[in-house]
């Protein structure tokens, strides 16, 4: 059987093999491992295997979570960054106990985050989601309506518009993979040519992490390749 930490070094090649592909440097791709399901035993196994970041999906979950692993490691870095669906109404632990912020597809809730981020803890890390698969999901900005928002938000104090992020419908067959991730590389630059300071393409998940890198990614977002199937999952939707 294969341990989390024998998974994670896997994972890890597979991203240096697909960014030597692509002709990038080995450490300009960052590894995000989505512990979203799973417990704090399974990142602190993460961590003793040398993995820092974390992405978490729901909320309470994660805020369990990330005061079990600071009970068990105390004094230990870790990043945690969110990449759910957000309410309006639950902004402040968001904007309290993350360092990024992957989800943000309105302003409302931008400005939230910006009020309420703890100016002692610096700047909240931002990506806005852009929604590349059209009617098939609700959540993301409109493509179209991308350029306003990305100009709003970094203007709000409190936050780093860091780039964009993006979770393509499902495409099993490869050669297709990389279409979305081409676009939100496009539209990366498009901001960056507006003036806009952006380094950080959050794309790839398990299923096509080698396609987002091959695009460009700059942090890939990987669960299930590193801590397996999930037992359930609320969906993203
Ligand atoms: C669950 C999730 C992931 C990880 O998905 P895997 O297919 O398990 O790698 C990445 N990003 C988001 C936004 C997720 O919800």
């Not at 440097?25 to 590894?31: K, M, Q």
């Not at 900005?141 to 499902?170: S, Y």
Request: aromatic share 4%; charged share 25%; net charge negative.
């Amino acid at each position: 059987m294969s341990t989390i930490s024998s998974k994670l070094h896997d994972v890890e090649a597979t991203i240096r093999a697909a960014a030597e592909g692509a002709g990038r440097a080995p450490g300009s791709v960052r590894l995000l491992a989505v512990s979203k399901t799973f417990g704090a035993d399974a990142v602190l196994e993460a961590m003793h295997a040398g993995q820092h970041a974390f992405g978490e999906n729901y909320l309470q979950e994660a805020l369990d979570k990330i005061e079990a692993v600071a009970q068990a490691a105390p004094g230990e870095l870790v990043e945690w960054h969110f990449i759910g669906p957000i309410q309006s109404n639950k902004t402040r632990p968001i904007a309290t106990h993350f360092a990024w912020v992957h989800s943000v597809d309105r302003l409302k809730i931008a400005q939230r985050l910006s009020e309420q981020r703890p100016p002692e803890l610096g700047p909240l890390n931002i990506c806005l989601q852009v929604n590349v698969s059209g009617e098939a999901s609700k959540s993301g900005i409109a493509e179209d309506e991308l350029p306003e928002l990305a100009r709003q938000v970094a203007a709000l104090p409190n936050l780093r518009l860091r780039g964009l992020m993006a979770i393509p419908e499902p495409e099993s067959d490869p050669a297709k993979q990389r279409a979305p991730f081409a676009r939100m590389r496009g539209l990366l630059e498009r901001l960056r040519a507006g003036g806009l300071e952006l380094d950080t393409l959050s794309m790839g998940m398990s299923g096509d992490l080698e396609a987002a890198v091959a695009e460009g990614a700059t942090i890939v977002r990987i669960g299930s390749a590193i801590f397996g199937a999930r037992h359930y999952d609320k969906g993203n939707a």
